[in-house]
């Protein structure tokens, strides 16, 4: 059972810090060259800087709307923190999608991003 403990204790999220206000307008820029209409996103939330399997990740979910105009439902973009600064997680190959859902990930709203002029 103290093994158990021990187990559990580790996942909790030690050292996680909220995202910067740096972080947030890195976020914020790559929205609005990334998005073909970054001005009417939903839902949007952003993560604690919190590592995951070993990697510094920060996480932004949103519900965008598609080429055709319709809301394609709330996705979770992966952003890994390295010392050249916010990285694309598709790109690094270090995190993926699912990297945002592992349950050391908290997310908080993000008002800034649906709020893009």
């Known amino acids: 059972m103290r093994a158990i403990l021990i187990l559990l204790a580790s996942t909790v999220v030690a050292g996680a810090e909220p995202a910067s ?3 947030r307008a890195l976020v914020v820029a790559w929205a609005k060259g ?3 209409d970054p001005y009417s ?3 949007t939330e952003i993560s604690d800087r919190t590592v995951v399997n070993g990697v510094s990740v920060l996480c932004v979910a949103f519900n965008a709307r598609n080429l055709a105009g319709g809301y394609a439902g709330i996705y979770r973009k992966p952003f ?3 010392p050249a600064g916010l990285v ?3 790109r690094s190959y270090r995190v993926n999608t699912e990297t945002c859902y592992a ?3 908290t997310m908080r709203p993000f008002p800034e991003l ?3 002029k």
């Open 34 to 36: 990334f998005f073909a």
């Open 88 to 90: 694309p997680g598709e």
């Open 114 to 116: 649906s709020a893009i």
């Open 103 to 105: 349950p050391q990930i």
């Open 80 to 82: 890994e923190i390295t």
């Open 41 to 43: 996103l939903r839902s």
């Open 21 to 23: 206000r740096a972080d």
